[in-house]
């Protein structure tokens, strides 16, 4: 009975909770950009061309201020058919972030032979803060299948913050070199909370598992960006950067009690099965350059856009992107770090909990730009962020959610002179595959969507 009930108890609820690392396009950085939905490499030249090419900002025109916030940040995962209710129906679930950020602030200064910015961006950013309960219908073992009371406390932050000095040569007056360093710092906390409650006449379970973990990473991102305007309608941009970390403090803890009655109904008497708690881990690690090896690139990022001047009032860019993770394989193709012994004064392999290989992606974005009337720009743009996740197969266990998502964008603006101010609204949705319950092969459907309405304004002088 004691055997049969544990593993039963095994296979219950263990949320698969990581951030949204399966996309690389989390969010747009500035106003213009976002209007054209990213596809801004071969035009650059505000300051939140840092982040796209910062080639472009040798074609800047005078100094800019920048200043975007993005008011409204949602993002939702909707898994369909989680767990069976008493009833005989599904539970679906819900997971939704909501936030309000100041998302990009740059400044640009040209000088007599160079160009360059100062910008600080949340390059991403992810609240989510749920309390859950649902009756679901949970396997005993010997003692069958009965309802059970289910509750979920999920609170999940990610935050990416990215700032520093951007520089652009005009090498010709057709051509432009730029170059950036930023800082990179992000902040990760997770804390996760299921129990299972289940109280009758013949049976008493309860179970409670815990996760706490937290991540905080320093590093850096660097970026080098080449333009091209052959003629005056034509812009042609490319760019390369890569991030990698240098620190890692992260802290981990999880527990879990388990214990069950049931009444034994030869001698009407209540028997303790199962009695167990357990902490897991508990552990604290700086990881850092010199004893494990983390100064190497999480991925490479190329970027190649093209931009049609149509006339002085409309434009048309196209951007494709390719992002290259870079991981490192034992000879079982498992994903490893390399982690220094100080006993053998060499570095050892050292496993990643819940690791896969990630796959090379490449995303597509198209924007429009026009000026209906002088002082009125209207911007639309349609883009791709397809997941770097493997794709889910059955008999698979613990894989990270994949989904394709499709998204465009909208703004509307009021620019002068020296002054611009724009309102927008990017969307993007998707449906496919996921694996929220741990150590099972049971497969849901999930719809992915991400909103964000942003308000932004730029002065220059």
């Known amino acids: 009975m004691r055997r049969v009930v544990l593993i039963s108890i095994s ?24 209007g054209l939905a990213g596809a801004y490499t071969a035009i650059a030249d505000g300051p939140e061309g840092a982040f796209y090419n910062p080639a472009g900002l040798a074609y800047s025109s ?47 200064q040209r000088q007599k032979h160079f160009t360059f910015a100062i910008t600080v961006t949340s390059a ?24 059970t009371n289910l509750n979920v406390n999920f609170n999940f932050t990610d935050m990416v913050y990215e700032a520093g000095p951007s520089f652009a040569f005009l090498l010709h007056k057709k051509v432009s070199l730029g170059f950036n360093a930023f800082i990179r710092y992000r902040d990760k906390k997770l804390i996760s909370q299921t129990i ?24 850096l991102n660097f970026q080098l960006g080449l333009q091209f305007m052959p003629i005056d309608k034509l812009s042609i941009g490319y760019s390369i950067s890569t991030p990698f970390d240098i620190v890692n403090i992260n802290t981990y803890q999880s527990t879990s009690s388990y214990k069950l009655k049931y009444l034994d109904q030869t001698t009407d008497s209540w028997v303790l099965a199962v009695d167990q708690d357990n902490v897991v881990n508990n552990t604290l690690k700086v990881l850092n350059i010199a004893e494990n090896g983390l100064f190497r690139p999480l991925y490479i990022k190329q970027a190649l856009g093209i931009c049609v001047f149509i006339s002085k009032s409309m434009l048309l860019s196209l951007d494709g992107y390719l992002y290259i993770p870079i991981q490192h394989f034992n000879a079982s193709q498992q994903v490893i770090r390399y982690q220094y012994n100080s006993t053998t004064k060499k570095h050892d392999e050292v496993l990643l909990g819940n690791s896969e290989k990630l796959n090379i992606i490449g995303n597509v974005a198209i924007g429009y730009e026009w000026y209906i009337t002088p002082n009125f720009p209207l911007r639309v743009g349609f883009f791709t962020n397809f997941s770097n996740t493997q794709v889910i197969n059955e008999g698979d266990r613990n894989k990270k959610d994949h989904v394709h998502m499709f998204g465009g964008s909208l703004t509307f603006g009021f620019a002068t002179s020296d002054l611009c101010v724009n309102l927008g609204i990017v969307a993007s949705g998707g449906r496919g595959k996921a694996q929220i319950i741990g150590n099972t092969v049971n497969i849901q459907t999930v719809d992915a969507l991400s909103m964000n309405v942003f308000i932004s304004g730029g002065y220059q002088f």
């Open 62 to 108: 005078s100094k800019y201020f920048s200043l975007s916030v993005n008011a409204i940040q949602f993002k939702m995962l909707y898994y369909h058919d989680v767990f069976p209710k008493s009833g005989g129906d599904y539970f679906d679930y819900l997971r939704y972030s909501f936030s309000f950020i100041p998302n990009f602030f740059g400044f640009i």
């Open 11 to 34: 296979l219950l609820l263990l949320f698969n909770v990581s951030a949204d690392e399966n996309h690389y396009i989390n969010l747009f950085v500035g106003d213009r950009a976002a």
């Open 196 to 219: 299972y409650k289940m109280n009758t006449k013949a049976l008493d379970f309860f179970q409670d598992g815990s996760i706490y973990k937290n991540e905080r990473i320093i590093g």
């Open 124 to 147: 991403d950013s992810e609240f989510y803060d749920q309390r859950d309960n649902a009756t679901i219908l949970n396997n005993y073992g010997n003692l069958g299948v009965r309802p």
